[in-house]
């Protein structure tokens, strides 16, 4: 009991409640949702560009391709596929080099740390449910101590009048006996103080 008298007061509302745990599942199921969605949306993109880049390439010989004489001697469409192509390489060299694997994995590491916070929260929230129980408990275990002090001392002092009484009794039966016994005469007669 002397361990809740001192108890600190101050901090007991900064226990994490129901509502930071709601926020936080919500938080680790919405970066799940979003490293799955990096994830698919960086492999589309490569599937799709690297599928333009194999059609246009089946369109562009490689001899249009290695060209290096006057641009303007081909067919514009055939200029068109080769700054098509161009363009597609760049794009697939660019995916490529797009950290899309260490931002997942930067993603999936945040998650742990958030799926740690949740159970920091949990233990938290138990602990503060025990605080509470403690708390409610409190005021009937002193009012339970006081009563059952109260109850000890009036045993007590039955007993200390008992055996006051007891005493004085026995006082009194040892002067009836005579054991203490003054007397005087009267007339007569022995009287006994």
Request: proline share 2%.
């Amino acid at each position: 009991m002397s361990e809740l008298k001192i108890f600190n007061w101050s901090s007991y509302g900064k226990f994490s409640n129901e509502s930071h745990q709601l926020a936080t599942q919500k938080l680790e199921a919405e970066l799940q949702n979003w490293r799955a969605c990096i994830a698919e949306y960086v492999s589309s993109q490569m599937s799709y560009i690297e599928a333009l880049h194999g059609w246009l390439h089946k369109f562009v010989t490689p001899e249009t391709e290695s060209y290096t004489g006057a641009w303007f001697s081909l067919r514009p469409s055939k200029v068109n596929m080769i700054l098509s192509l161009e363009i597609c390489h760049n794009w697939l060299v660019c995916l490529d080099k797009l950290p899309d694997k260490d931002v997942t994995c930067a993603m999936k590491s945040f998650g742990k740390d958030v799926q740690a916070l949740m159970v920091q929260q949990g233990k938290e929230h138990q602990q503060k449910r025990k605080v509470d129980g403690l708390a409610r408990k409190y005021p009937r275990k002193v009012l339970a101590f006081e009563i059952m002090k109260s109850i000890l001392q009036l045993k007590f002092f039955e007993k200390e009048m008992k055996l006051h009484a007891q005493k004085g009794l026995t006082k009194m039966e040892n002067e009836l006996r005579g054991d203490g016994e003054t007397s005087y005469q009267h007339e007569g007669h022995k009287i006994l103080q």
